[in-house]
């Protein structure tokens, strides 16, 4: 959707001539950029950050796999973002695909609002104004301290980078309260084989089942997946 706009904004008329190969290669390669594109503007981030500071909290190595954490983050994100997706379908893309609507351009802004509505209302409800502010100062837009700008102000590049750099700064966030109980653990391990004297003995040989008693007597992968998917805000309307 971002290349289309692109498309649309530094291209504009096209000649007659070169109208149907412009359109097949801007297809091609929005579609080859659409999986860089989703990343950047849904929760993908967020979820995939915090789910492997999990694992490396946990001092598993490579358990879960990449492969695991990859799908389970897709799955999240699918499960968090439903409505939004739901509204980009209906908004442009299914008249689209139905062959309703012969004009890419048409279909691609009616499903590119949803998505700005659903950036920002994340960046709204956590707190994003100043990833904002920065975005538009490096971009060269003067930004005063406080001052309140309207959606429709914004584009949509500068909207995506600033959600996403907001979206990892919350998911260092999150990650951080996750690995904060492993990190008592490991201390308080090596404290007490300290004390008694165990230097040989690797504390991790210790700590790993006691993480791992812990995560499992609370349910850990239900309560962080639930926890990442009731942070979204829902997009009104949606």
Known sequence: MLFFAAIN???????????????LAAAAIGFALLPAALALCTCFPRRFVTLSILRQGLGLGAVPSNLIVLGLSVALTVVAMTPTLKAAWDGGLKQLASGNNSDP?????GAEAPLRAFMFDQLQAQGGGPTL???LKAKGT???????????????????PAFALNELRIAFMLGFKV??????????VAAVMASLGLFMTP??????PMKLLLFVAVDGWALVSTG???GVTRVAGT
């Open 9 to 23: 904004q530094t291209v504009g008329n096209v000649p007659v001539g070169l109208n149907g190969g412009a359109e």
């Open 105 to 109: 351009m048409i279909a691609v802004k």
């Open 133 to 135: 502010e920065a975005v």
């Open 142 to 160: 003067p930004v005063e301290a406080g001052q309140s700008l309207t959606r429709r102000e914004v584009d949509t590049f500068t909207l995506a």
């Open 179 to 188: 690995l904060l109980p492993f990190l008592v653990i490991d201390l308080a």
């Open 203 to 208: 504390p991790s040989l210790i700590s790993l």
């Open 228 to 230: 990442l998917i009731s």
